[in-house]
């Protein structure tokens, strides 16, 4: 199985730019569909981008189209969130989430995914 753990969030304004990472160990990660969730204080976990397991499909939610761009690199095991022009309302707790599947069927709900990190704060304050 993978465990995952992200990285890179923080605190900026409104208007700013975040990376967000997960890195990835325990399995072979070019063979994990993954992506990106968030959860604000209240509401329930929603879905932001996903990639599939090459790299070659992406999918995301409409709040992050245009803004949000999902990448990963198998060589090293890493999957990316680049965020530009953030908004107050991106305000969330930021999980990456995988699972072992070649299909290339997007996923976009928290139950496709069998694994998640632990999460990642990011604040945008107006």
């Known amino acids: 199985q993978v465990q995952l753990v992200e990285s890179g969030g923080g605190l900026v304004q409104a208007g700013d730019s975040l990376v967000l990472s997960c890195a990835a160990s325990g399995a072979t990660f070019s063979t994990y569909d993954m992506g990106w969730f968030r959860q604000a204080p209240g509401t329930e976990r929603e879905f932001v981008a996903a990639i599939s397991w090459s790299g070659e499909s992406t999918y995301y939610a409409a709040p992050g189209k245009g803004r949000f761009t999902i990448s990963r690199n198998n060589a090293k095991n890493k999957m990316y969130l680049q965020m530009n022009s953030l908004k107050p309302e991106d305000t969330a707790v930021y999980y990456c989430?995988?699972?072992?599947?070649?299909?290339?069927?997007?996923?976009?709900?928290?139950?496709?995914?069998?694994?998640w990190g632990q999460g990642t704060q990011v604040t945008v304050s107006s």
């Open positions: 989430a995988g699972v072992a599947d070649l299909t290339g069927r997007p996923k976009s709900s928290p139950s496709d995914y069998d694994y």
